[in-house]
């Protein structure tokens, strides 16, 4: 009886259909990057190029002469990133081709350490580009890992006072993408820190690590919110109860050394942060 | 490249890999030699269509409420229940005990999507199920309640005569003279039976078999299903019980579906728990009489339907429970009083269930005009001939309707035991099935055991039953069910106007849309939105999405991701 398409769909996300990335990259089976390129152009549109420097993110588009993205990719050494997008900018600008977008797309946060400085540059020099973060929570300490949990990056760039910071999740795909296409229509800098689950490095099996980021936001470890000229905060989701941490750190074989104590404090420091978040939201 | 990659998945000829040495655990994308699980949808039974003893299919018929295609739904119902109507309004709805729903915020209300297509058809010009070409084969059907009639009507679908004998004046079985009309409105039962006649179904009333016609008169008919369910009533083996004013509840029933009169007072004891029971109790408090019931055992174990009872009670019916009738009270040939003993709940005995022990000198009388014994019903069978086995309870029958005598089928209540209007037409389909593979000629081993199975229709769908535990319920939020509207108390005892108010189209659409469809595909697009090889597409113009599947990688976040568990692992051979 289910022969023809359904009137009316029972969808649980609103996003465009337009699909720009295609299939056929190399990346870790359950790896979020392959998806977060794809939400991140289906925000964007095809008038964008992405420079990407040695990381993950390197694979997440193909390998030899083809590419997945389909937009063009600018691959850049280590820590140069934000000097090659300047470098596309002002050649873009001396065009007149304002309308195209130059994306400063960076990978797992060893990454997120080498670039920052370098963007922070690009930031002082006033550059109308987007930098995004995709970050595996490669650099918390496993022993104790209290303190990075604290979303840094974004209050960071908050506090300096750029056009547009947001964390985005890709368990929230509607949200994902509504935040790039707003940060299209923004100029200046604009950073979006994208939170990556990473099977391997988790230890999880592949197919829950888009259970594992809903996670990491129901239980408000890492909220979605979006800062606009380092004033205006806004939550975007909220979840309807906030699951305990416990909750997102058991499965994963990471965290099996936690002990409850420690978790406790964790615990603590989400809500903490959570409430000041709520705080500065309603301000 | 695809070309290159689908030649190194294919099995005759493996592609060698200069790096084939690596270790499986970094196998990954498209290129690689390694083979992984791969995902495939894979509809699944859903449990409300397994819980449907008459076999219609629910969850496709609420995905086309849902769509608004109520024509189709309603079709669709029809291909295996030519009684819409009565089920939506009497069938106790097994299914929706097994809704998956349940556990999340209530079960969706099937009963009144049901209702809902069957008032819809009635209200469109119909275009009538198509059957097969005719033949000459004819089978007769002694009964004319829901198994004798589905039993005709599929087999008049498939191309077959068909006579029903019924005893009494009108068609309906039980459906007419065992549920009163403020649950079954009869314009439903006659509109339904009038379609079924349509069809070429001959219903030959007031031919009682046994008296009318013997059995041996209809050896005639290539075959013969017998459908009497139960319609004797069981003495109560009490003093007094010969008395004028005690009265079977069948009869009370009977009576009062066919518009004859009663004699019987005002305050009146209705001895039982069953839903005849109630059905007398709320049929005579229509008639004016001040009808009580009373119950042996406690109120968990009376076997009406909750809502039922609860009808009752509503419309001041008084139900004692743990009572038992001693003897009744004669005054001048007529029932004037009842007396009754009270029942304690003893220990739970070896099968766990606390049996009923008399309290010494508990016993009070009630001062009645009339009595109404609504115990246990039995099955008519004194006209059947000894070589078709039957015990006290009804005929013997193997896989499902075969009697011992070649070529006699028999199904419903009689056969069966006691059970629902939904286990009767299953029963009447089953017996279709087997009658049209006894007519073609096969022999009764070559009948499959799995036609235990009650539908008609053969379905593209897994076997396995998917369960709350096997759904993803991030995805679904709580929504209320349609609540349930009963005209009010005052207005609906002072006759046997419908008690439940029928539903709008929209109300139906959202009640449909609570659907989580468990373990069909709705295409609410999950397993596109997540698939990080972008493997999952639409089908061009179809229902539907396809895998590619040398993109995949086998991550398997479709198949965890799927609300409905539509989509199922398989090793690649």
Known sequence: MRHVLPRSQVQNFKIPKMEIMGSGHSICPGCGISLSLRYALKGLGRKTILVVPACCCSNADGSLLYTAANVPVFYAAYGTAAFAVSGIRAALDFQGKTDVQVVLWAADSNNRNFEFWTMNGADRREENFICVCCDDQAAIKARFPKSDFRGGLVEIMAARGISYAATASVAYPDDFIDKFHKAKRINGTRLIHIHLPCPPLWKISANLSIQMARLAVQTRLFPLYEVENGEKYTVNVIPDRGFPVEEFLRPQGRFQHLTNMQTEVIQKDVERNWKSLLNRAAE | ?573
């Open chain 2, 1 to 573: 490249m695809t070309q290159k990659t689908e030649q190194s998945r294919s099995p005759s000829e493996p592609y060698s890999s200069p790096h084939a040495q690596v270790p499986e655990r970094h196998a990954s994308g498209p290129n690689t030699p390694f083979q992984h699980p791969e995902p495939y949808f894979n509809d699944k039974t859903s449990p409300c269509n397994m819980g449907c003893p008459a076999g219609e299919d629910i969850v496709e018929a609420i995905y086309l409420t849902a769509e608004g295609r109520f024509q189709e739904a309603w079709e669709l119902i029809l291909q295996e229940n030519p009684f819409p109507g009565v089920c939506g309004r009497v069938c106790p709805h097994p299914c929706e005990s097994e809704c998956n729903r349940r556990e999340l915020d209530g079960a969706i209300c099937i009963h009144a999507v049901e209702r809902f297509l069957a008032d819809y058809g009635r209200s469109i010009p119909r275009s009538r199920p198509k059957s097969r070409p005719q033949r000459s084969k004819q089978v007769a059907i002694v009964g004319s309640g829901p198994a004798g009639l589905s039993c005709a009507y599929h087999l008049a679908l498939m191309g077959y005569g068909a006579t029903v004998f019924e005893a009494l004046p009108k068609a309906g079985g039980m459906l007419r003279v065992g549920i009163p009309r403020y649950r079954l409105p009869r314009a439903v039962l006659d509109q339904e039976i009038a379609d079924i006649r349509a069809l070429g179904v001959e219903i030959r009333t007031n031919t009682l078999v046994g008296r009318d016609i013997t059995l041996d008169q209809l050896r005639g008919f290539d075959a013969l299903f017998i459908a009497t369910g139960f319609h004797r009533g069981q003495k109560m083996d009490v003093p007094g019980e010969e008395a004028r004013g005690v009265f079977s509840g069948l009869e009370i029933l009977k009576r009062v579906s066919l518009g004859e009169k009663i004699r019987i007072g005002e305050q009146v004891a209705v001895i039982g728990g069953g839903n005849t029971a109630v059905h007398v109790a709320r049929c005579l408090l229509r008639l004016g009489c001040r009808p009580t019931i009373l119950y042996r055992r406690s109120r968990g174990e009376m076997t009406a339907i909750d809502k039922e009872i609860n009808g009752a009670q509503e419309e001041g019916i008084e139900i004692i429970c743990l009572a038992a009738l001693t003897q009744i009270l004669v005054r001048g040939g007529w029932a004037k009083g009842v007396e009754f003993v009270k029942m304690r709940l003893s220990r739970p005995d070896e099968s766990g269930r606390r049996r009923q022990v008399p309290k010494k000198g508990s016993n009070f009388w009630l001062k009645v005009d009339g009595v109404v014994s609504a115990i246990e019903e039995l099955a008519d069978i004194e006209f059947l001939p000894d070589d078709i086995k039957s015990e006290s309870q009804g005929i013997l029958v193997e896989r499902g309707c075969f009697t011992s005598r070649k070529g006699v089928f028999a199904g419903g209540d009689v056969a069966t035991g006691r059970a629902t209007v939904a286990h009767a037409i299953g029963s009447g389909n089953k017996a279709a099935l087997a009658i049209e593979r006894y007519l073609k000629g096969e022999d009764f081993f070559s009948i499959p055991e799995s036609l235990g199975t009650d539908q008609i229709l053969p379905r593209k769908a897994d076997s396995g039953v998917v369960r709350f535990n096997d759904l993803n319920p991030v995805y679904f939020k709580k929504e209320l069910p349609v609540p349930l509207r009963a005209r009010p108390v005052k207005t609906r005892v002072k006759g046997f106007k419908e008690v439940y108010s029928g539903y709008k189209a929209e109300e139906i659409v959202t009640e449909a849309q609570r659907c989580f469809s468990c373990g069909v595909c709705n295409m609410c697009d999950n397993c596109l939105i997540f698939c990080p090889c972008i493997a999952i597409s639409r089908r061009r113009g179809k229902f539907g999405y396809k895998i590619d599947v040398t993109s995949c990688d086998g991550c398997g976040i479709c198949v965890q991701e799927c609300p409905r568990d539509a989509l199922s692992f398989r090793k690649v051979p």
